[in-house]
C-alpha cells in the first residue's frame, strides 16, 4: 500500500508549518534576548549542514553507483578545511564580523577598496553558478514526489506545476524568515534554528534507511560488506587527479559558495563556536555518509535494473514497504533542498539588492547620499523581490532543462564557479599586496575559463559539436576540453586546473604590477592583520588597530611626512624595529595629541576610537573625516602662509623703515656737511667784515688783507653753490650733456691750461702727445672739466717739491684710459676709498675745496659710460678716467 | 683780566685769523691749533683760562676733545665756548650733556664772541 498523494501533500504541509512554527518561535525568542540555546555551537555546526542538499542526499548513493567511491570527496573537501583550516575560517570569520559583512560579494568587494565592481561580478558569478544547482533542488523534490505520486495514479501530477509550487513555497519561506527583520543586517535566527532542525531531520532520515538497509535488509554488517564487495561499487578504482580535482573544489565551495558564506560567517553569533563545528561538522558529514555505499549496493542488488540510483534512499523503502520509513526519507530529501534553497536564495538576494539592485535605484532617484528609514524599506522589498528572482531563474532553468540526467552533473559545475573566488579570498585574506586590478583579472580568466570549459559544454546544444571537436575557428588548441593540447584529463579536471591556475595566476601577477588605491591598502591591512592586535585582551573592546592604519589616518590629518616622522618616532622610542610604533596606549595617546592639534580634541579622540576600538564606522566614513580635515589643515596652511606673508611684509617695512632711517641720517650728515661749508666762509666774511666796519684804527695793509679774505671766501662760497648745484644736477639725472665730437689731445690741452693758468705753483706735467690722437664722441665741456679737477688736485695735494705730472693714455678694447699720475706720497688706504664721497677732503689740507670735486668727476663719467678710478701702486698719487672711444673712426 | 690766556682749536686759517685779532686787540694771549687728534696734549701743555673750541676738526671732533677733557679732574671747570657751522639743535643738546660753557654757531658776531669770552673769563676768576 503506497502513500496516498494527498497524504506525501499533507505531511509536506505540516513539515512546513512545523518549520515556520519553529523560525517564528526562534525569531521571537531571539527578539526577547533570551534562549541562549539558539546560540549554541550545536546550533551553528547543525546549520553549516546546508551544505548537504538534496543533491548529497540523494545524489550521493547515485554518485556511488556510478563513480565508485568517488562521492566520498565531497565529503573530503569540507571535511579538510574544518579540520586542516580552521584556522583560516576562524580569520575569515573575524575579518567577516569586524567588517559587517553581508556576503562574500560584499567581503571581496570590501578587502578590494569597497569596489562594487568587484561585487557586482561575484554576485553575477554566484547567480549563474547557483541557479542551475538551485533548479537541481526543485528537480530533487519533484522527483521525490513523482515517485510517490507514481503510486497514486488518481492525481494527474506534472513536473512542472509541482517544481513551481515548490519554488513558489519556497520563496514564500525565504521572503517570510530572511527578510523580516527590519535591519537587514541582523542575523536570521529563525532560518537558521529551522535549517538546524532540518539537518536533524536529513540526518536522521539517512541514518534509518541506512539501519534499515545495513541491519533489517543485508542482516549485519559483514553481510553488507561481503554485498558490497560483490557489487562493481566495491572496485577501487582511484583517478588521483580527478580525486584531487574534486576533493578540492568541494573544499573551496565549502568556503565560497555564497550560502555556507551566510551560515558559517555572516549567521554565526560566536567565534568560538568554529572550535566544535571543527570537529562536529566533520562528524556529521562522516554519518551522513556512513551508509552511503551499503544503500547503493543493496540499492542495485535488490531494485530492478533502470531504477534512478539518485532515488535509491526513497525507492528501497519503498519498494519494501516501509513507507513510513520513506516517508521520513521523503521529508529528509526535503529538508535538504528547502533548506539549502532557502539560504541559498537568502544569500544571493542579500547580494543582488546590494550590490545591483540598490546601486541602481539609487542612482535613478538620485538620492544616493541620502540615507532614510524609507531606504530601508526599499532595501527589504530588493531582497524580496531578488529572492524571487532568483528562484524563479533556478525554476526556469529547470524547466528549461527538462529535468534531464543533465541536472546530475551540474553540482560539480557549480562548484567549479563557485571556487573562483578562493583566490581573491584567501589572496585578500593572507596578502596585502593583493589588489582590486588582481581579483577583477583572474576572476574574470577563471570564469571565463570555467564557462568556456565547463558550463557551456556541460549544458549542450550551446556549443556546437564542431567547437567540441575542432575548437574554435578550427583552432584545435582552443578545445574547451582540451586546451593548449593538453588531453585525456577528465573534463571536470582539465577545466578545474586551468582555470584555477591561470585564475591565481592572472590575479598574483596583475596585483604585483598594479597599485591598491588607499582604501583598499587600508582594507588590505585591516583584513591581513586582523589577528595582529585582536587576540590579547588589553582593555579595548573588539578589534585593535593596526598602526599601519592609524598612520594611514594620520597621514591625511598630519601630512605624510610629519605623520611618518612621528610615528618613527615613536617607534623608536619603544625601540622598535621598524617604522611602526605598536598601538600601546601611550602612543595612542600621544597620537591622540597630534592629531587634536589639527582636528581637535574631540575629533581626534573619536577618529582615534573607532580605528583602535573596532566599531562599526566604515573605513569611507573614517576617510571623509580625514579628508575633511585635510581639508582644514590646508585652510589653516593658508592661514600659516598668510601670517608668514605678514610677517615678511613687516619685515620689508622694517628694512625700508631702517633704510629710511639710514637715509635721513645721510641726509643730515649731508646737510650738517653743506650747512659747514657754507657757514665757515660767511663766518670768516662776517667776522671781518665787522671787524673792517668796527675798527677804526687798521693799517692799510691789515684792511687790504682782509677784504681781500673777504673776497676769497665769497669766491668759495659761490664755487661750493656751483659744485652743490652741479652734483644735485648730475645726481638727479638732469643733466644735459652736450655730445660732440673731438680729440682726447685737444681736451687735455684745454684743460691742463685751464688748471695750471694763474697757479700758485709750477707743475711739471710729462705728455706723449703721440698716444693721444683718441676721437672721441662725448661731453667734452664736461670730460675737461673732470681733466681739470683731477689736474688741479695734483697741483693742490702733491706734497714734493717741485710737483710733477705724468699723463698717460692707453687704448684698448674701444676704450681709452687717461692716467693722471703725479709724484706725490698718494692717498693713504683710507683715503683711496672715501676720495669718491662727497665733502670728503684729505685731512688737515685746507686747499678752498668743499670736498665735492670727485664726486662730481664720477658722477659725470658715469653719465659719460665711462669711470674714474684711483689707481693705487703707481708710486704717487694717480687717478684713471676710463671712456669709450668714438667706434666710427680708426684709431689714427 | 689781562694776561688772561685763551687756546683756541680752529681748522678754518681765516676765522683763527679774525678771532685772534679780535681778542688780542683786547689784551688777551691767543694760541691757536689746528688739529683735533693731538688737542688735549696742546691743552695740558699751553694749560689756558678759556678754551675755544670748533666741532668739526680733522683727527678728533669738537664734541670728543670735550668729553675727554671734562673726563679729567683738572679740566672739570675749565670755561669752553663751543663754535659749530653744523648749527643744528642735536650738537648743541650733545653739547651741553657733554658740558660745554657756551655754544654759538657761526658766522657769529664779533661782539657776541668777545661778551661770551670775557664773561666766562670774569665767572672762572670770581670763582
Known sequence: MMASFNLLVAVCLGYVAILFAVAFLADRIAATGRGRWLRSPLIYTLSLSIYCTAWTFYGAVGYAVRSGLEFVTIYLGPTIVMIGWWWGLRKLVRVGRSQRVTSIADLLSSRYGKSNTLAICVTLLAVIGITPYIALQLQSITL???????????????????????????????????????????????????????????????????????????????????????????????????????????????VCLPRMFQVMVVEIDNERHLHTAAWAFPLYVFLMSLFVVPIAAIGLELLPEGTNPDLFVLTLPLSQGREDLAMLSFLGGFSSATSMVIVASMALSTMLSNHIVMPIWLSWTGSGASVSGDVRSVVLLARRVSIVVVLALGYFYYMLSGGGAGLAAIGLISFAGVAQMLPPLVGGLYWRGATRSGALAGLAVGAGLWLYTLLLPGLGGFLPEAVLQQGPFGLSWLRPHALFGITGLDPMTHAVMWSMALNTLVFVVVSLISLPDPVERLQGAQFVDVFEHSTGLRGWTGYVAQSEDLLVMAQRILGASDAQALFQREAKRQGARGTLPEPTPDFLQRLERNLAGSVGAAAAHAMIAQIVGGSSVSVE???????????????????????????????????????????????????????????????????????????????????????????????????????????????????????????????????????????????????????????LHSDLDRLAQVFINLISNALKYCDTEPPELTIRVQSQGGKVSVDFIDNGSGLTEEAQTLAFEKFYRVSGEKAGGAGLGLAICREIMQRLDGDVTYLPGQGGGAFRVTLPIRDDVKVA | MTGRHVLLIEDEPNIIEAIRFLLTREGWKVDSHTHGGDAIEVVQRIKPDLLILDVMLPGKSGMDILQELRALPEYANLPVLMLTARGQMRDRDMAERAGVSRFMTKPFSNIEVLDAVRDLLTQTSRS
Open chain 1, 144 to 254: 521525490s514526489f513523482t515517485t510517490f505520486s507514481e503510486a497514486d495514479p488518481s492525481r494527474g501530477w506534472s513536473d512542472v506545476s509541482s517544481g513551481l509550487w515548490v519554488a513558489g513555497g519556497l520563496a514564500i519561506f525565504a521572503i517570510l524568515f530572511g527578510t523580516r527583520n527590519l535591519d537587514a543586517n541582523e542575523r536570521h535566527h529563525g532560518v537558521v534554528t529551522a535549517i538546524a532542525l532540518e539537518a536533524v531531520v536529513k540526518l536522521v532520515a539517512l541514518l534509518a534507511v541506512g539501519i534499515f538497509v545495513v541491519w533489517g535488509l543485508a542482516g549485519g554488517v559483514s553481510e553488507t560488506m561481503a554485498r558490497i564487495d560483490a557489487s562493481p561499487i566495491g572496485e577501487w578504482n582511484v583517478d588521483p587527479g580527478r580525486w584531487s580535482a574534486i576533493t578540492f573544489l568541494a573544499a573551496a565551495a565549502f
Open chain 1, 621 to 775: 566614513d573614517l576617510l571623509a573625516v580625514a579628508d575633511e580635515s585635510a581639508q582644514m589643515l590646508e585652510y589653516s596652511s593658508q592661514l600659516e602662509a598668510k601670517s608668514a606673508e605678514l610677517s615678511r611684509t613687516a619685515r620689508q617695512l622694517r628694512e625700508a623703515n631702517e633704510m629710511l632711517t639710514r637715509l635721513s641720517e645721510q641726509k643730515d650728515a649731508f646737510l650738517g656737511q653743506v650747512s659747514h661749508e657754507l657757514r665757515t666762509p660767511m663766518t670768516s666774511i662776517r667776522a671781518f667784515s665787522e671787524i673792517l666796519r668796527d675798527t677804526e684804527d687798521l693799517t692799510p695793509a691789515e684792511t687790504t688783507r682782509y677784504a681781500a679774505i673777504i673776497h676769497d671766501e665769497a669766491l668759495r662760497l659761490t664755487r661750493l653753490l656751483d659744485d652743490l648745484l652741479d652734483l644735485n644736477v648730475l645726481e638727479s639725472g638732469q643733466v644735459s650733456l652736450n655730445m660732440r665730437s673731438g680729440v682726447l689731445a685737444q681736451v687735455l690741452e684745454h684743460a691742463l691750461s685751464a688748471a695750471l693758468a694763474g697757479a700758485a705753483r709750477k707743475m711739471i706735467v710729462h705728455r706723449r702727445p703721440e698716444t693721444e690722437n683718441i676721437p
